[in-house]
């Protein structure tokens, strides 16, 4: 398989997706939106995006299964399946504001082989294969060179429905606050996994979040130069609902900070 050439269809279908949503910002009311669940909203745009990169994806690798936001194709492949959001920030998008991103990732077998992060706002393509390192609107990217957690500018997503590790995420937000340059809140996950790949992040973390907020991220940043774990230290990234995804340069200080402060 020529991931290289997939990775590129992929840009084109989610470049198609991008219009969608960019056309519809202006246009989402009350009858579009509806609610999930607590602070989570879904809009027919997530829905009509989902269902036109399903079309197009199905096409362009038919073995291929998928794990979706809104359950658009409940086919599961046995070696390929592809993780799709189709709106990562749908907050963002109800309100008329941006970052929200298309964010789509190719994982065979246990491992995410190739990411597309289209975020609409900017117009910017992140973009990853194995071993074809990470790139962002054709130009090669990098992570940052920040090699102390002080010098460091960071991101995060605030808890909206899951409160139950909040005391403690709230103890680590004043850490960091207190040794770093900064902390980010964007709205997207995806959004801030590819600026941590392109250099303006030096690292990000987050709980509660679903594969197709992080797997396409994943390889970017991997490519990129980046390191990943969970909140233990591990490899529990993709499903396991918790990440700390940094430059190679403050990996060990943050992610041992971030450890330290969400351990069960």
């Known amino acids: 398989m020529n991931l290289q050439y997939l990775t590129f269809q992929v840009i084109n279908i989610a470049k198609e997706a991008a219009k969608i949503i960019h056309g519809?910002?202006?246009n989402v009311n009350a009858h579009s939106i509806e609610t999930?669940?607590?602070?989570?909203?879904?809009?027919?745009?997530?829905?009509?995006?989902?269902?036109?990169i399903v079309n197009k994806l199905e096409s362009i690798l038919p073995e291929a299964g998928f794990i979706t936001e809104e359950g658009t194709s409940e086919k599961i492949g046995k070696e390929f399946n592809w993780i799709i959001d189709p709106l990562d920030g749908t907050t963002n998008f109800i309100h008329g504001f941006f970052p929200c991103a298309v964010s789509i990732g190719l994982k065979q077998n246990d491992e995410i082989v190739l990411g597309v992060v289209y975020e609409v706002g900017l117009d910017e393509c992140f973009y990853a294969w194995k071993n074809g390192g990470a790139w962002?609107?054709?130009?090669?990217?990098?992570?940052?060179?920040?090699?102390?957690?002080?010098?460091?500018?960071?991101?995060?997503?605030?808890?909206?429905?899951e409160f139950k590790p909040?005391?403690?995420?709230?103890?680590?937000?004043?850490?960091?606050?207190?040794?770093?340059?900064?902390?980010?809140?964007?709205?997207?996950?995806?959004?801030?996994?590819?600026y941590v790949a392109c250099g303006r992040f030096?690292?990000?973390?987050?709980?509660?979040?679903?594969?197709?907020?992080?797997?396409?991220?994943?390889?970017i940043i991997k490519e990129a130069g980046g390191k990943i774990c969970d909140f233990t230290g591990g490899n529990n990234y993709l499903f396991g609902k918790e990440i700390v995804a940094t430059n190679s340069g403050i990996f060990s200080e943050f992610s041992t900070v971030v450890i330290k402060f969400m351990k069960d």
């Open 24 to 26: 519809n910002i202006k």
């Open 36 to 52: 999930k669940g607590m602070n989570d909203f879904v809009t027919e745009i997530d829905k009509l995006c989902e269902q036109t």
């Open 136 to 161: 962002l609107n054709e130009k090669q990217i990098k992570v940052s060179t920040t090699v102390i957690l002080k010098d460091s500018l960071l991101a995060t997503g605030f808890p909206y429905n």
């Open 166 to 194: 909040l005391d403690k995420y709230i103890d680590l937000l004043k850490h960091i606050t207190k040794h770093s340059q900064g902390i980010r809140r964007l709205g997207s996950a995806a959004t801030d996994m590819a």
């Open 202 to 219: 030096d690292g990000f973390y987050e709980y509660n979040l679903k594969a197709w907020d992080v797997a396409a991220g994943i390889v």
